[in-house]
């Protein structure tokens, strides 16, 4: 059960807003129209298809990575993507509403 549980979203959870609050980034994957209707206060915005080519600026920041979107489908595509490309503390935040 425990697989399935954390494949589906039903893991260990996590207080995303601590770690925002002690100084993660939080990137919003949705699109900049999305975005511009709403988002949490100081917040990046780059959407999903633009994840892959910012791999670098998002290193950059040093800091834990929180990606959010509408839903949170979105943002657990980005925390895939970043994690594949070697960045180990990034947080599935879900919808930019559940943490703003």
């Known amino acids: 059960m425990g697989f399935f549980s954390s494949l ?3 893991g260990n959870k996590v207080d995303v807003k601590s770690i925002i609050e002690n100084g993660a ?3 919003d994957v949705r699109t900049p129209g999305e975005f ?3 988002h949490v206060k100081g917040s990046v915005n780059i959407p999903l298809d633009k994840i892959q080519g910012n791999i670098s600026k ?3 920041y040093k800091k834990p990575i929180v990606v959010c979107c509408a839903s949170g489908m979105r943002s657990s ?4 993507v970043l994690i594949k490309n070697g960045l180990e503390e990034v947080y599935d935040g879900g919808s930019w509403m559940s943490i703003g």
């Open 8 to 10: 589906f979203g039903g």
């Open 25 to 27: 980034i939080v990137i």
């Open 36 to 38: 511009a209707g709403g």
């Open 58 to 60: 998002i290193k950059g």
């Open 77 to 80: 595509n980005a925390k895939r």
